[in-house]
C-alpha cells in the first residue's frame, strides 16, 4: 500500500523554527516529485515547495523562498520541509504530496498521493 506519513508539526510560537517530515511507505519517493501544500482554515490549498525527482531541482513559491527549504533524504525515504521564522500566518495544515512524470509544479491536480496532514500553529 502506498502511503506518505506527515509528522513534525505543532503549536509553535512566532520566530521559532520547524521542520516538517514525509515519510513514505511502500514506494519510494526518489521516483516522484514531492510537494508540500498547506491549508488554512477557509482558504483554498497551496502549494509551497516541489523537490524534484531525480536532480532533486526545487521549485518555491515566491512568497516563501528564503524562509522555507525543501530537502530528500533518500536512504530514509523522506522529504523534509524546514520551516525558519515562523508567522501566525504560516497556521495550517500542512500536507505532503507524490506526483509521478512531473516536474516543478505545484498545481495540486498533478500529484497522484497525498498524506492525511499535520497541523501547524504559530501564535502568542
Known amino acids: 500500500q502506498l502511503q506518505l506519513v506527515e509528522s513534525g508539526g505543532g503549536l509553535v510560537q512566532p520566530g521559532v523554527s520547524l521542520r516538517l517530515s514525509c515519510a513514505g511507505s511502500?514506494?519510494?519517493?526518489?521516483?516522484?516529485?514531492i510537494g508540500w501544500f498547506r491549508q488554512a482554515p477557509g482558504k483554498e490549498r497551496e502549494g509551497v515547495v516541489c523537490?524534484?525527482?531525480?536532480?532533486?531541482?526545487?521549485y518555491y513559491v515566491d512568497s516563501e523562498k528564503g524562509r522555507f527549504t525543501v530537502s530528500r533524504d533518500s536512504a530514509k525515504n523522506t522529504v523534509y520541509l524546514q520551516m525558519n521564522n515562523l508567522k501566525p500566518s504560516d497556521t495550517a495544515v500542512y500536507y505532503c504530496?507524490?506526483?509521478?512524470?512531473?516536474?516543478?509544479?505545484?498545481?495540486?491536480?498533478?500529484?497522484?498521493?497525498w498524506g492525511q496532514g499535520t497541523q501547524v500553529t504559530v501564535s502568542s
Open positions: 523537490i524534484n525527482s531525480g536532480d532533486s531541482s526545487t
Open positions: 511502500g514506494f519510494s519517493l526518489n521516483y516522484y516529485t
Open positions: 504530496a507524490a506526483g509521478f512524470g512531473v516536474r516543478g509544479t505545484l498545481e495540486p491536480v498533478q500529484y497522484d498521493y
